[in-house]
Nanobody, 122 residues
Framework: QVKLVQSGGGLAQVGESLRLSCAASGRTFNFTYSNMGWFRQAPGKEREFVAAMNWIDRSTYYVDSVKGRFTISRDKAKILVYLQMNSLKPEDTGSYYC?????????????WGQGALVTVSS
């Protein structure tokens, strides 16, 4: 069993930055679940995949709308995953979720964090 606890988020102005964190814990962190991802859900919309990273080799994947602005990274020792969000836009507003256990393309994630709200105002 894997537990994901998120922190970060909040309110930002257009062009500003925010960082989200996701701490993984449990009796064991099974590196079989070797991809960690970030998703978001805007008000009234379906949840969408944002970015993912392979825990082992740190390969990454980003959706086009965040490429060059968002960076996913991890602290292996602390079992933390980050989403650094720069040059924020109003369309980045939503609840952000970290997840583990899926693929780099955003499919098949089985464990989820509790979510963190990001609001970008113009």
């Amino acid at each position: 069993q894997v537990k994901l606890v998120q922190s970060g988020g909040g309110l930002a102005q257009v062009g500003e930055s925010l960082r989200l964190s996701c701490a993984a814990s449990g009796r064991t962190f099974n590196f079989t679940y070797s991809n960690m991802g970030w998703f978001r859900q805007a008000p009234g919309k379906e949840r969408e995949f944002v970015a993912a990273m392979n825990w082992i080799d740190r390969s990454t994947y980003y959706v086009d709308s965040v490429k060059g602005r968002f960076t996913i990274s991890r602290d292996k020792a602390k079992i933390l995953v980050y989403l650094q969000m720069n040059s924020l836009k109003p369309e980045d507003t939503g609840s952000y979720y970290c997840a583990v256990g899926g693929s780099l393309d955003g499919s098949g994630y089985t464990y989820w964090g509790q979510g963190a709200l990001v609001t970008v105002s113009s």
